[in-house]
C-alpha cells in the first residue's frame, strides 16, 4: 500500500497513533486510521527508520458510534441462523467484534509501552489491527449488500471486559485475547462459511475466508509472545497459561476444538483441552 493519506501520521509516535484510533468513534473512521498507520509503520520499517514506539495514555474504553445499541448479550434477539434476518445477524455480531478486535490490537501496543520488545511485537499487531479493519469494512460490506449496515441491530456490550480485566497484566491479556477469545473464532468460522455458501451469498463466505485464513495469524502472534515472556521470566508456559485463563476468562472453553488451526497457530491441546467446559461462568 503506498502512502498514508494521513499527513499527521508521520509526525506521531506508534503509540500515538494507536490513541488516535482507540479515540475515533466512527467504524469506517476508525479502520482507515488504521490502515493509514500500519501503512506509515510498515513504510518507516522498510526504510530502516522506525517510527518511535513513545508513550500514550490510552482510554479505558475506545471510542464507539452512537450505533450499535450495546446490549447484554442475554438481551440479544437471537434469531434463526438459517433465515435471511438470521444472515444478517450473525454478519452484524462478527463486524461488531472486528471492530472490538481493531481496538484490542491498537490497545496492546500503547498500554504496554513500559514492557521492552524486540520491534517484531510491534509488526505483528500492527499487521493483526490492519487486517481486523479489512475485516471490520468487509463485513460492513456484506450487511449494505443485504440491506442493511453495521449500527442496524443491537450488539454484545461486554465486548471489551477482557481488555479492562487486563489492563494491567500483559501475559493475561496475551492468554485471553488473542490465544483463547481469537482462537475460539477458529473453531466456528468454518460453520459459518458453511452457512452462507449454501445460502448463497458469495461475498460472505469470499469475506469469512480471508477473516479465517488471517486469524490464524493472530492467535500464532499471541502464542508466540506469550511464549517469549514466559520465556524471559522462565516460567512454564501451559502452566501460566491455566492460571490466567482461570483467573481472567469468564466462561467455558467449549469443544469441538479446531485442533488443525489451532496446532498452526502454535496452541497445544494441553493448553486448551484441561480448561474445557472447567472454568466457571460469570
Ligand atoms: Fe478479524
Ligand atoms: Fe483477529
Request: glycine residues 8%; charged residues 25%; hydrophobic residues 40%.
Given at each position: ?67 450499535p445499541?450495546?446490549?447484554?448479550p442475554?438481551?440479544v434477539p437471537k434469531r434463526?441462523p438459517?433465515?435471511?434476518?438470521g444472515r444478517i445477524a450473525l454478519l452484524h455480531a462478527v463486524a461488531h467484534i472486528e471492530l472490538n ?38 463485513m460492513?460490506?456484506?450487511l ?6 453495521y449500527?442496524?441491530l443491537p450488539a454484545h456490550?461486554?465486548m ?25 473464532g477458529?473453531?466456528v468460522?468454518?460453520?459459518m ?90
Amino acid at each position: 500500500m503506498a502512502g498514508h493519506g494521513n499527513t499527521d501520521s508521520p509526525m506521531m509516535t506508534l503509540s500515538e497513533m494507536a490513541v488516535d484510533v482507540l479515540t475515533t468513534a466512527d467504524g469506517r473512521d476508525k479502520t482507515a486510521k488504521s490502515h493509514a498507520h500500519a501503512a506509515a509503520w510498515r513504510a518507516s520499517r522498510a526504510a530502516g527508520t522506525p517510527i518511535p514506539l513513545g508513550s500514550a495514555t490510552p482510554p479505558l474504553r475506545p471510542s464507539r458510534p452512537d450505533r450499535p445499541e450495546l446490549l447484554d448479550p442475554r438481551n440479544v434477539p437471537k434469531r434463526k441462523p438459517g433465515s435471511p434476518a438470521g444472515r444478517i445477524a450473525l454478519l452484524h455480531a462478527v463486524a461488531h467484534i472486528e471492530l472490538n478486535a481493531v481496538d484490542l490490537h491498537w490497545d496492546i501496543i500503547a498500554r504496554f509501552t513500559d514492557v521492552p520488545f524486540p520491534p517484531g511485537f510491534y509488526d505483528d499487531w500492527v499487521r493483526a489491527a490492519d487486517e481486523e479493519s479489512k475485516h471490520f469494512n468487509l463485513m460492513c460490506d456484506c450487511l449494505e449488500e443485504l440491506g442493511s449496515h453495521y449500527g442496524a441491530l443491537p450488539a454484545h456490550a461486554g465486548m471489551w471486559r477482557a481488555a479492562e480485566d487486563t489492563v494491567d497484566d500483559l501475559m493475561g491479556r496475551l492468554a485471553v485475547v488473542p490465544m483463547v477469545l481469537e482462537a475460539r473464532g477458529l473453531d466456528v468460522t468454518p460453520g459459518m462459511i458453511t452457512l452462507f455458501r449454501k445460502a448463497g451469498v458469495d461475498s460472505a463466505v469470499a469475506a469469512l475466508e480471508t477473516i479465517y485464513a488471517e486469524e490464524v495469524g493472530h492467535v500464532a502472534y499471541g502464542s508466540k509472545w506469550f511464549n517469549f515472556l514466559c520465556g524471559r521470566h522462565e516460567l512454564d508456559p501451559r502452566d501460566v497459561f491455566h492460571d490466567l485463563v482461570r483467573n481472567y476468562f469468564h466462561g467455558a472453553l467449549k469443544p469441538p476444538f479446531n485442533e488443525e488451526k489451532r496446532a498452526e497457530a502454535g496452541l497445544p491441546p494441553d493448553f486448551y483441552w484441561p480448561l474445557a467446559e472447567e472454568v466457571g461462568r460469570g
